[in-house]
Structure formats: structure tokens, C-alpha cells
């Protein structure tokens, strides 16, 4: 999991500076990342897009070990 938190360090400052977060809630036994926005990205019109083009991306070029990333809705869990 610390392999995924370092990977989105630099990620995490752009957003941060918009008022969002990224939490890495798990990663499975099968290698997924549950990855969570948090703050102003819960509402934000791209975070399909910040979390396709940066965060998957991201993670998915940083460790070939996850197989995918999913965003994780703790409203929903």
C-alpha cells in the first residue's frame, strides 16, 4: 500500500491545491487499488477525468503488480 501512497505523491499536491485528496482505501488480494477522492473531488465535474488520466494512470505505470484501479465511494460502502 506504501508503494501506491508514494506513487501519488505528486499527484496528491495538485489536487490538494484545488481542495480535493486522494486516500488509497486497499488494494486487493487480486492486485486492484481502491483508491478514494476526497474534499471539493467528490463534486468536482473532472474527476472522471483526474482519476482516469492521473491516478490510474499513474499507479498503473508506477507498479506493473496492479493489475487496475477502481475509485472507491465510502458512501456506498
Same mark, same amino acid.
Given at each position: 500500500?506504501? =508503494?501506491?501512497?508514494?506513487?501519488?505523491?505528486?499527484?496528491?499536491?495538485?489536487?490538494? =491545491?484545488?481542495?480535493?485528496?486522494?486516500?488509497?482505501?486497499?488494494?486487493?488480494?487480486?492486485?486492484?487499488?481502491?483508491?478514494?477522492?476526497?474534499?471539493?473531488?467528490?463534486?468536482?465535474? @473532472?474527476?472522471? @477525468?483526474?482519476?482516469?488520466?492521473?491516478?490510474?494512470?499513474?499507479?498503473?505505470?508506477?507498479?506493473?503488480?496492479?493489475?487496475?484501479?477502481?475509485?472507491?465511494?465510502?458512501?456506498?460502502?
Amino acid at each position: 500500500m506504501q =508503494q501506491v501512497n508514494n506513487s501519488l505523491t505528486n499527484i496528491k499536491k495538485f489536487v490538494e =491545491q484545488d481542495g480535493g485528496d486522494l486516500e488509497v482505501v486497499d488494494i486487493t488480494d487480486d492486485f486492484v487499488a481502491k483508491i478514494e477522492l476526497k474534499g471539493a473531488c467528490t463534486g468536482c465535474s @473532472m474527476n472522471n @477525468m483526474t482519476f482516469k488520466v492521473g491516478v490510474e494512470e499513474t499507479i498503473l505505470k508506477s507498479i506493473p503488480e496492479i493489475k487496475a484501479v477502481e475509485a472507491y465511494n465510502f458512501e456506498l460502502h
